[in-house]
């Protein structure tokens, strides 16, 4: 089973706190990029794995989905969803990923954001889903990037001169890394960008657009935050088509 580090309540106060979780996908400076990849989800069947508070869930609906069924293996997102949810279009359930069981050709459109990072091991994942989906169905995710999770401190490094570089190291060496981000222990796992395209197309997907995200100036702009994003790639965005 997965860690279920989302129900530990030191992570789940600090990822209250993040502006994504109080504000939703327009938080989210990548969110419009990955509006981009997705297909018209009129009429579609959606399912949104690793669903949190379920922003994607009601976005999709908003957006003409016929139904929607949020995933998340932590029992305090859901509950979290099901507060802020009031459509009967949308369903949650519990599930952990790394059992992930789908319907055959039951859906349209499977998403995922920023989840996959915390299998280890993609293959048995990608495959269900491949077989979940409707022919020419869309598969759109979000993962943190290789060059982001494959230090085994993740951090900034400075120099005499105060530039700032970000540590790429160990990053052949794959497998599992912990950080202790909002709190300590939390398990990730490191992959090559060419270990997930290849698990892509291993699966029968055909990859349709990569995207190694970072702001753009009127982001950065409007939250000088941003501007050290564009340093090094911290996700990567990737769609894909049965």
């Known amino acids: 089973m997965s860690q279920n580090i989302y129900d530990n309540q030191a992570f789940f106060d600090g990822y ?3 502006p994504r979780s109080q504000f939703g996908l327009e938080a989210a400076p990548e969110w419009a990029s990955i509006q981009a990849m997705l297909p018209d989800l009129s009429g579609k069947r959606v399912i949104d794995l690793g ?8 976005s999709a609906r908003e957006a003409g989905a016929a139904e929607v ?3 998340d293996l932590s029992e305090k997102m859901l509950a979290r969803a099901r507060e802020l949810t009031d459509d009967n279009g949308i369903s949650y359930q519990r ?6 069981a789908l319907p055959s050709q039951a859906t349209d459109l499977v998403y995922s954001q920023l989840a996959l990072h915390y299998l280890p091991d993609l293959a048995p994942v990608f495959a269900t889903i491949y077989q979940a989906l ?3 169905g869309w598969f759109v995710f979000t993962t943190e990037h290789p060059i982001y999770t494959c230090s085994v401190r993740q951090g900034w490094l400075t ?4 530039q700032r570089s970000w540590a790429v190291n160990n990053y052949q060496n794959e497998g599992k890394r912990v950080s202790n981000w909002l ?13 997930t395209l290849n698990a892509l197309m291993a699966a029968g997907f055909a990859i349709r657009h990569v995207n190694e995200w970072g702001p753009t100036a009127e982001q950065i702009e409007a939250n000088p935050a941003l501007a050290e994003e564009v340093e090094r790639p911290m996700m990567v965005l990737v769609s894909a088509q049965r």
């Open 134 to 136: 409707q022919p020419g």
């Open 16 to 18: 209250a706190q993040l």
């Open 95 to 100: 599930g952990d990923l790394e059992q992930l």
């Open 51 to 58: 669903c949190g508070y379920g922003w994607f869930c009601r």
């Open 69 to 71: 069924l949020g995933v």
């Open 159 to 162: 120099d005499d001169e105060g």
């Open 183 to 195: 709190a300590d222990g939390v398990v990730k796992y490191h992959r090559t960008l060419g270990t």
